[in-house]
């Protein structure tokens, strides 16, 4: 059974600090690693990650996926209020013929001080 | 405002009633999915369907009937349900189902369930 595990569940930090979430997995044929980010709505489309190694950045928020050793991290640099929100990692696996849904860990709740 | 719409944003039902859940997109996307997410915990899959066909079923109980009449609206009917059903329920959807990268899953806002 596909497992993902984040870290940490919960982290208070303030504005302007940098923060980074973890995300390790157990999957058994990977597909991608993906990192949404969910307030009171629809989670929303952060990153896709397939490949080992190459960085995705958008903006103030970077991502990296290590496929050796199971793992991924968000990293958000000069943090605003408005990035307080849950951020969930999902892994998708390849059963070979069509799409699969994707398998969430329970998220890390980020709030942002003023 | 995402680009998968689901209807109604809200619903009160009683545990006899029988009632739909609606999701549509005009994305030309083949992979449609539904999810349930109970409070404070992350979503967990129920339905795949892959070119207008159900490919996955989480062990879903019967009271939750999918249906997919054709590749823009996917439907989640719903029957007898139990208090512990009360959820918000997610609709996503992607661009292809086949290969071995797929595309990222869209979300829509989701239909807040509660049963009396």
């Known amino acids: 059974e596909d497992k993902v595990v984040q870290s940490p569940l919960s982290l208070v930090v303030h504005e302007g600090d940098t923060v980074t979430l973890n995300c390790s997995y157990e999957?058994?044929?990977?597909?991608?690693l993906l990192w949404y980010k969910q307030e009171k709505k629809a989670p929303t489309f952060l990153f896709m990650l397939t490949s080992s190694g190459i960085e995705k950045k958008s903006g103030r928020l970077s991502s990296i996926l290590d496929k050796k050793e199971l793992f991924s991290i968000l990293n958000i640099t000069a943090t605003q209020t408005g990035d307080s929100a849950v951020y969930l990692c999902?892994?998708?696996?390849?059963?070979?013929?069509?799409?699969?849904?994707?398998?969430f860990g329970k998220g890390t709740h980020l709030i942002i001080q003023p | 405002d995402t680009e998968v719409t689901q209807t109604p944003k809200h619903l009160v039902m009683g545990m006899t009633n029988k009632k739909s859940l609606k999701c549509e997109q005009h994305?030309?996307?083949?992979?449609m999915y539904w999810y349930k997410q109970k409070a404070k915990k992350p979503p967990e899959l129920m339905f795949v369907?892959?070119?207008?066909?159900?490919?996955i079923n989480e062990s879903v109980p019967s009271r939750f009937s999918p249906e997919c009449p054709n590749s823009s609206l996917l439907n989640l009917h719903l029957h007898a349900l139990q208090p512990e059903d009360s959820a918000l329920y997610l609709c996503?959807?992607?661009?292809?189902?086949?290969?071995?990268?797929?595309?990222?899953?869209?979300f829509g806002d989701g239909t807040r369930l509660s049963i009396l």
């Open positions: 999902a892994v998708e696996d390849f059963s070979g013929g069509g799409a699969d849904g994707l398998t």
């Open positions: 994305m030309g996307h083949r992979a």
């Open positions: 996503a959807s992607s661009p292809s189902p086949i290969g071995p990268y797929n595309q990222p899953q869209h």
């Open positions: 999957v058994t044929n990977f597909r991608s």
């Open positions: 369907y892959s070119y207008e066909k159900l490919s």
